[in-house]
């Protein structure tokens, strides 16, 4: 199964609008604390809608945690930030995949960046008026690119 990985994430609205995403993908969504928020925020669930029910949800102290219990492969996980080296349109994303994503205003913590920097990926973006994307419209993005080819309508 697919997880979306979410480090440390400070908007309790992207958090639950992942949620929901995640349900719709049948991908669970993996949050590595601390967060900027409590789950039982009434904004997680308003943005998650009466869908946040069915979030396969898992949750971590720590991304050292996650590490331990989980022991991704190498070639399981991607890393997203704006200024990764290659494109998220790349590699071919393995049904295992870890998407994982900083928090809204600062992104992944360096060590985690530098442990893995062979795995990080970015969104284009055309337009330099803009710094980065809504963390929430960007694991859409990415979520549905990981899954090509696999989805059936």
């Given at each position: 199964m697919t997880s979306i990985v979410l480090v440390h994430p400070e908007i309790p609205g992207n958090?639950?609008?992942?949620?929901?995403?995640c349900v719709a993908l049948d991908m669970e969504l993996v949050l590595v604390h601390p967060l900027g928020?409590?789950?039982?925020?009434?904004?997680?669930?308003?943005?998650g809608l009466d869908y946040w029910q069915h979030v396969r949800l898992a949750e971590f102290s720590s991304w050292k945690a996650f590490l331990a219990e989980r022991a991704p492969r190498d070639n399981q996980l991607?890393?997203?930030e704006d200024d990764g080296e290659r494109s998220f349109y790349e590699?071919?994303?393995p049904n295992d995949a870890y998407l994982v994503f900083g928090c809204e205003t600062k992104g992944l913590p360096a060590a985690i960046?530098?442990?893995?920097k062979a795995r990080e990926f970015f969104l284009p973006m055309r337009s330099n008026h803009i710094r980065s994307l809504n963390l929430a419209n960007t694991v859409s993005a990415v979520a549905y690119q990981a899954l090509r080819g696999s989805l059936s309508t």
């Open positions: 958090t639950g609008a992942v949620g929901r995403t928020f409590v789950l039982s925020d009434a904004r997680v669930k308003r943005s991607f890393l997203f590699p071919d994303y960046r530098e442990a893995h």
